[in-house]
């Protein structure tokens, strides 16, 4: 048994995982300040505070064998219209949270980073020494994290991951992909499934791919949840691992939303609108250095079942459950 702290388990990702942890026999504190997070999705057993990562120093203390570090702002176009809330909040937060690691020695880190620190790829599946050019704000606070990471690592003997999800999607049980307002593919054609909205709005179906709409790699939320407790068993003390976590699949806006209407047995009305400022045309993940490394391969690859398991999620909530 160890003791973990879980900044951002109030989130979608934390939560999933804090979950896995608890269900492994570990000890969890969630820190969130609920800036986007929801204090009913911590899961029951875990303690909760609520607090700022930027304020780690008071949160992080020596009992601690390890942190799980979700704590960020993570939409792509909103990071493009409000840049500085996203260097504050993710570069920020994190310098603070790494120092208090220091002071408090521990030193145990698994962080949350993201396939769009690698901006528009040169060739796909994307590989870790593949170059990194963000296209958006977001990307680039998730490289300067990253590479914060690696000096800590080099300098303190920090054990440290960096995870690169591609895109994270299904649910795991109770807990599930709630965003408010959303802003995420699957839940937002999930609401159109529902008649809480009235159409998908597809952000534009001129990029080079075969039907013109974005490419993403769907990984459930579940099998990336697994990833989390084996990295935090690989990671050794002066090494920065950093890790796809993605399915090497990628589905395009318009397969998904096909997907979702095979799934569902709704019709979804789809429109065409403006590309969004920040997307690349296509992000497909190797995971080789995961499943070499972590020994993890996902075991739920496929998009139905992953847009199933959020359906059922998104129906719960819906009846208030
Ligand atoms: N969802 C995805 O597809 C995806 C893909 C790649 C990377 N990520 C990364 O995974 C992490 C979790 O994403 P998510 O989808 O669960 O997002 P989320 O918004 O559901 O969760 C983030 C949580 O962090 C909390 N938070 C934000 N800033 C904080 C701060 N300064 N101090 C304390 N708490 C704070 C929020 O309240 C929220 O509960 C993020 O770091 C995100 O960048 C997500
Ligand atoms: O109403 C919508 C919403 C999204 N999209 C498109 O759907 C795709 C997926 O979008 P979204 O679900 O918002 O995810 P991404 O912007 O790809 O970003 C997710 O996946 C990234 C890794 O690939 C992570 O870094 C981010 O945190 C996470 O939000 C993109 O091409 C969007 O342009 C639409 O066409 N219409």
């Given at each position: 048994m160890s003791k973990y702290l879980v900044t951002g388990g109030a989130g979608y990702v934390g939560s999933v995982v804090a979950a896995h942890l608890l269900e492994a026999g570990h000890e969890v504190t969630v820190l969130d300040d609920l800036s986007t997070g929801f204090?009913?999705?911590?899961?029951?057993?875990a303690a909760f505070v609520e607090g700022r990562?930027?304020?780690?120093a008071r949160h992080?203390?020596?009992?601690?064998?390890?942190v799980l570090h979700f704590a960020a702002f993570s939409q792509v176009g909103e990071s493009v219209a409000q840049p500085g809330r996203y260097w504050e909040n993710n570069v920020g937060g994190t310098m603070a949270l790494l120092a208090a690691m220091r002071s408090a020695g521990v030193g145990r880190l698994v962080f949350s980073s993201?396939?769009?620190?690698?901006?528009?790829?040169?060739?796909?599946?994307?590989?870790?020494?593949d170059p990194t050019a963000p296209t958006s704000p977001y990307g680039a606070t998730k490289l300067a994290v990253d590479h914060m990471i690696g000096g800590e690592c080099a300098a303190h003997g920090l054990a440290a991951a960096s995870l690169r999800y591609f895109n994270v999607a299904g649910a795991y049980g109770d807990c599930g992909e709630r965003h408010d307002p959303e802003s995420h593919l699957i839940p937002l054609v999930l609401q159109v499934a529902l008649g809480t909205r009235e159409t998908i709005s597809?952000?534009?179906?001129?990029?080079?791919?075969p039907d013109g709409t974005c490419v993403r790699d769907y990984i459930h939320v579940a099998d990336l949840a697994e990833a989390h407790l084996l990295a935090m068993d690989a990671i050794t003390p002066g090494e920065h691992l950093i890790c796809n976590l993605g399915n090497g699949n990628g589905f395009s806006v318009r397969e998904v939303v096909e997907t979702v209407r095979k799934v569902t047995g709704h019709p979804v009305p789809e429109t065409v609108a403006a590309r969004r400022a920040g997307d690349p045309a296509v992000l497909v993940a190797s995971a080789a250095t995961a499943q070499e490394r972590l020994g993890w391969a996902p075991s739920r690859p496929d998009l139905a079942g992953i847009v199933a398991d959020a359906w059922d999620f998104a129906r719960a909530r819906r009846a208030g459950a």
């Open positions: 204090r009913e999705a911590v899961p029951e057993g990562v930027q304020d780690a992080v203390v020596p009992s601690y064998d390890g993201t396939a769009a620190a690698y901006g528009e790829p040169v060739s796909t599946p994307i590989t870790e020494s597809v952000f534009g179906d001129d990029y080079p791919t």
